[in-house]
């Protein structure tokens, strides 16, 4: 069972993701662990969806390559509208400078896909709790 909000419903995840099919495989994952998911294939439609449900979104899960907007400038937006917002990078490559990078300016963790239903649990949970 996901974490709840103050208003009794389950958490929230924003996925932030170009690619449409692994948008569509996180969400189901996503869903399937009790979560709201909201969805979003540009780093812009990221922040205008984070603006509009900040309070609701426990977690932003963000794709760190993106085709409108790098990733550090997604990180720093999403952390301008709330700067307590709660960032776990994914990314289907091996970890790197620029993923050493967004860890020191403060995203919470790192997941590579393709990943476990139970790994992907693992890191949002640990995430949110903290």
Do not use: H
């Not at 189901?28 to 609701?56: C, H, P, Q, W």
């Amino acid at each position: 069972m996901s974490p709840k909000d103050s208003a009794g419903k389950p958490a929230s995840v924003l996925i932030i993701d170009d690619d449409e099919m692994s948008l569509e495989v996180l969400s189901e994952m996503i869903e399937e662990l009790d979560y709201e998911v909201y969805r979003a294939n540009t780093g812009k439609k990221g922040f205008e969806i984070y603006a509009e449900n900040s309070s609701e979104i426990a977690l932003v899960l963000l794709d760190m390559v993106m085709p409108d907007l790098d990733c550090e400038t997604v990180f720093l937006g999403l952390r301008k509208i709330n700067p307590q917002c709660k960032v776990l990078l994914s990314t289907g490559m091996d970890m790197n400078d620029e993923a050493e990078n967004m860890l020191e300016l403060g995203c919470e963790g790192y997941i590579q896909k393709p990943c476990s239903l139970e790994d992907l649990e693992e890191k949002i949970r640990s995430i949110i709790e903290r």
